[in-house]
């Protein structure tokens, strides 16, 4: 857990200053090697390690568009993740989904930028393998912001009704966007919402990975018995902007120090220390986790640009009815009443 959340940390580290570079003075949100939004998640670290250190390749996780962390403990490939992010036809989807469409079918990682979108792939993933006796479960990672979406309370209602092997995590980083919790959602727990869905719901009061590890194994192990869904709520921090560029005048500067004052790396770095792991090693799992994110890095910027006709390419699309590569002319039955 402390390697992927040094990982994931340093990473994000990193992808801050490669997204700043050409966008200062006046943001300039299409400039740099990374053009577009970068949503980053340092302070997030325990709910992706502690869940995802009892997860197999087979598992499904899908994530919001906050995903670096989730991915990095879950096993995507750091290189070709890289390459996505800085759009380069190496990446996972030949760089036409970017740091908020990641997908890794490798390991069965998905994240989207839609707000509680992951939810009904994953009970999807969940009641596949019910239906297939297999012993996989699902994980759907979402934001405090997220826990009033349709998609979120329809995707709980399925799983408890179906007994499916999923478990909802929900990252309270206090904030929704630019909106306390407080403002946006009644209750502001999110693990409260599993009462109504007749499902277990349990709150981590803080990101201490060791405790989300605890209450993930719990949760996981009931998953897999074929014992039903559980409802995770971690209280997390985030250290940052909902976005690069945000100015957060709207987060009160005692807000922002008092989350800045909080790291559950620093935390498990202490567990670590009173479990005789002294600071050598610490060290050396520090060291080699920044090794592997600079070359990662250096890798990706190497990588070839996507041609523009690839922008044609692997595009999904339903032809009207009649039409054929011998005739593209489409012909259209009756007289148009609802065909």
Request: charged share 25%.
């Amino acid at each position: 857990m402390y390697e992927d959340m040094v990982t994931a940390r340093y990473y994000e580290e990193r992808l801050q200053d490669e997204y700043m570079e050409g966008k200062t003075p006046g943001f300039d949100i299409s400039a740099g090697p990374i053009p577009g939004e970068l949503h980053l998640a340092a302070g997030h670290e325990a709910t992706a390690a502690g869940v995802c250190a009892h997860l197999t390749d087979e598992d499904t996780v899908t994530a919001p568009h906050r995903p670096h962390h989730i991915a990095i403990a879950k096993g995507v490939d750091l290189k070709r993740m890289t390459a996505e992010i800085f759009g380069r036809e190496t990446g996972l989807s030949a760089g036409k989904g970017g740091h908020m469409h990641l997908f890794d079918p490798d390991v069965n990682f998905a994240c989207s930028g839609i707000i509680a979108q992951g939810c009904p792939p994953a009970v999807g993933a969940a009641m596949a393998a019910k239906k297939r006796n297999e012993t996989n479960v699902a994980v759907a990672y979402l934001g405090e912001g997220a826990i009033s979406q349709g998609a979120f309370l329809e995707s709980l209602n399925l799983a408890s009704l179906h007994d499916l092997p999923v478990i909802f995590v929900v990252e309270d980083n206090d904030w929704a966007i630019s909106m306390p919790k407080e403002r946006i959602s009644a209750p502001p727990d999110g693990s409260k919402r599993a009462a109504g869905f007749d499902m277990p719901g349990v709150r981590i009061d803080h990101d201490d990975a060791t405790a989300v590890s605890e209450a993930a194994a719990e949760a996981v192990g009931r998953a897999r018995d074929g014992n039903g869904p559980t409802l995770m709520s971690v209280q997390v921090h985030r250290r940052m902007g909902h976005f690069m560029g945000d100015p957060e005048t709207y987060r009160p500067d005692a807000d922002q120090q008092r989350h800045q004052e909080r790291d559950s790396i620093e935390r498990l770095a202490a567990d670590l220390e009173a479990a005789g792991v002294d600071d050598e090693e610490r060290e050396a799992i520090r060291e080699d986790a920044h090794e592997r994110v600079d070359g990662a890095i250096e890798w990706a910027k190497d990588q070839p640009e996507p041609e523009p006709d690839a922008a044609l390419e692997d595009v999904f699309s339903n032809p009207p009815a009649g039409v054929t590569d011998e005739d593209p002319t489409p012909e259209f039955a009756g007289n148009g009443g609802g065909n």
